[in-house]
């Protein structure tokens, strides 16, 4: 996707503004009390608008690398950000995130050191998974607002540990599923909820990529540094790094946490001593016997990052640029039998399948038209500025993120024991 620059409100509200399930429906599937649909649809949309600048806003970021480089650079479109000290495990990091912000930042190798500063406003963290529950924990003790990315935690009782956690500090958290600030997203699922396309009963989703995921390694001992995700200690591989994006979909479309979960995966391609797969496929089911299927592979492109919703009256596209909506032609209904003494006739069947109704969707369906397709993630950092001014709750607040972590912890666990393995919300 082309990043746009900072704007300074999206013209697309109108559509923007959705009736859609968000982290409120997720906190009633987890017995939480929910608010009314539309009053989160406000919310939604006031916070992805809004661009007032109160007063400077001082960011300190732990975690420097690829992905905290892409969040700063989201922030400082935001007006009054400021990104004022940083902590990283690797030294040329530092100099990195200087060139993205145009000025030098306070450095530190301990992230402890960045939380003693009394000088920061705001706490952001992307670091590897198996460090998020340690640094969030540490942030939100802290006292401070806290952006952290997802997936929220490495395991079940780390996400329930950080929901508790909010609560107790009452501070502004935001996960980092962007995908929950989407404009052309937000805009399909609300015509989803409304019924354009029936009862969503599967969500198939795709991110396929040709590429060894591997990166450049200047020193052998910075092996498991650089490549974490391709090891176990810090990293769920494809399921939680791409996948969780997805099931957060689901779960939005859903409008509930999964029930249960099975999982595979293999190295078939790239034997070069990783230790999480190359390809994965999980199937989520849901409350009365609907699914979401996702699958990942890693050398072959093909379908690239999309998902598809399946309703009864038709289809809905979501990728990383755009929606767009088919819909099903007209259903066979079988004939009623007259009542009466009437003599019935025998009835003639045809063959049960034909071309015309097997062969894939042609033509370029039906478009969802936002004005401005602003980049996801600075939607999602403008919104959590917008959070920490008012102390209003972010949409992907902590229960959107757990709702996220149940599915991709509990996929992993199905992945290692070969069974389906249940979910429990509470």
């Given at each position: 996707?082309?990043?746009?620059?900072?704007?300074?409100?999206?013209?697309?509200?109108?559509?923007?503004?959705?009736?859609?399930?968000?982290?409120?429906?997720?906190?009633?599937?987890?017995?939480?009390?929910?608010?009314?649909?539309?009053?989160?649809?406000?919310?939604?949309?006031?916070?992805?608008?809004?661009?007032?600048?109160?007063?400077?806003?001082?960011?300190?970021?732990?975690?420097?690398?690829?992905?905290?480089?892409?969040?700063?650079?989201?922030?400082?479109?935001?007006?009054?950000?400021?990104?004022?000290?940083?902590?990283?495990v690797y030294p040329p990091r530092f100099e990195q995130l200087d060139k993205v912000c145009g000025y030098q930042v306070a450095r530190h190798a301990d992230y402890r050191?960045?939380?003693?500063?009394?000088?920061?406003?705001?706490?952001?963290?992307?670091?590897?998974?198996?460090?998020?529950?340690?640094?969030?924990?540490?942030?939100?003790?802290?006292?401070?607002?806290?952006?952290?990315?997802?997936?929220?935690?490495?395991?079940?009782?780390?996400?329930?540990?950080?929901?508790?956690?909010?609560?107790?500090?009452?501070?502004?958290?935001?996960?980092?599923?962007?995908?929950?600030?989407?404009?052309?997203?937000?805009?399909?699922?609300?015509?989803?909820?409304?019924?354009?396309?029936?009862?969503?009963?599967?969500?198939?989703?795709?991110?396929?990529?040709?590429?060894?995921?591997?990166?450049?390694?200047?020193?052998?001992?910075?092996?498991?540094?650089?490549?974490?995700?391709?090891?176990?200690?810090?990293?769920?591989?494809?399921?939680?790094?791409?996948?969780?994006?997805?099931?957060?979909?689901?779960?939005?479309?859903?409008?509930?946490?999964?029930?249960?979960?099975?999982?595979?995966?293999?190295?078939?391609?790239?034997?070069?001593?990783?230790?999480?797969?190359?390809?994965v496929q999980v199937i989520l089911s849901y409350p009365g016997g609907r699914r979401m299927v996702f699958t990942s592979m890693t050398d072959n492109a093909k379908q690239?990052?999309?998902?598809?919703?399946?309703?009864?009256?038709?289809?809905?596209?979501?990728?990383?640029?755009?929606?767009?909506?088919?819909?099903?032609?007209?259903?066979?209904?079988?004939?009623?039998?007259?009542?009466?003494?009437?003599?019935?006739?025998?009835?003639?069947?045809?063959?049960?399948?034909?071309?015309?109704?097997?062969?894939?969707?042609?033509?370029?369906?039906?478009?969802?038209?936002?004005?401005?397709?602003?980049?996801?993630?600075?939607?999602?950092?403008?919104?959590?500025?917008?959070?920490?001014?008012?102390?209003?709750?972010?949409?992907?607040?902590?229960?959107?993120?757990?709702?996220?972590?149940?599915?991709?912890?509990?996929?992993?666990?199905?992945?290692?024991?070969?069974?389906?393995?249940?979910?429990?919300?509470?």
């Amino acid at each position: 996707m082309d990043r746009r620059s900072f704007t300074q409100g999206l013209s697309a509200l109108a559509l923007v503004s959705s009736a859609s399930l968000s982290s409120s429906a997720l906190q009633t599937a987890a017995g939480a009390a929910a608010a009314p649909a539309a009053a989160d649809d406000t919310r939604a949309a006031r916070q992805i608008a809004h661009t007032t600048i109160n007063t400077p806003l001082r960011l300190g970021l732990i975690g420097a690398g690829s992905r905290g480089q892409e969040l700063v650079r989201s922030f400082l479109r935001v007006p009054g950000v400021r990104i004022t000290a940083t902590a990283d495990v690797y030294p040329p990091r530092f100099e990195q995130l200087d060139k993205v912000c145009g000025y030098q930042v306070a450095r530190h190798a301990d992230y402890r050191a960045l939380l003693d500063r009394k000088d920061l406003d705001v706490i952001v963290i992307a670091t590897p998974l198996g460090l998020h529950a340690e640094h969030v924990l540490a942030a939100l003790k802290s006292g401070r607002p806290v952006y952290g990315e997802k997936t929220m935690a490495y395991t079940i009782a780390q996400a329930r540990e950080i929901v508790a956690a909010v609560a107790a500090s009452k501070q502004v958290f935001q996960v980092g599923h962007q995908y929950r600030y989407s404009p052309w997203i937000r805009a399909a699922l609300a015509r989803v909820q409304a019924g354009e396309i029936g009862d969503v009963t599967h969500v198939l989703a795709y991110w396929n990529r040709n590429n060894s995921w591997r990166r450049p390694v200047p020193d052998p001992s910075l092996e498991r540094l650089i490549n974490w995700r391709l090891y176990h200690k810090w990293s769920l591989g494809l399921i939680a790094e791409l996948g969780s994006h997805h099931m957060d979909i689901a779960n939005w479309t859903m409008g509930s946490y999964p029930v249960a979960v099975q999982a595979s995966g293999s190295i078939c391609y790239y034997r070069d001593g990783r230790e999480t797969d190359d390809n994965v496929q999980v199937i989520l089911s849901y409350p009365g016997g609907r699914r979401m299927v996702f699958t990942s592979m890693t050398d072959n492109a093909k379908q690239g990052d999309q998902l598809w919703l399946y309703g009864t009256k038709g289809s809905l596209n979501l990728t990383l640029q755009d929606a767009t909506f088919f819909y099903e032609p007209r259903k066979v209904t079988a004939v009623k039998e007259e009542k009466g003494d009437k003599k019935q006739e025998p009835v003639v069947t045809s063959a049960s399948y034909s071309p015309a109704n097997e062969m894939p969707y042609r033509g370029p369906g039906k478009s969802v038209e936002v004005k401005d397709p602003e980049d996801p993630t600075t939607a999602a950092t403008r919104a959590f500025v917008y959070c920490v001014r008012t102390g209003e709750r972010p949409i992907a607040d902590e229960h959107v993120g757990l709702g996220s972590a149940l599915a991709v912890v509990s996929a992993n666990e199905a992945r290692v024991a070969k069974r389906e393995v249940e979910i429990s919300a509470v």
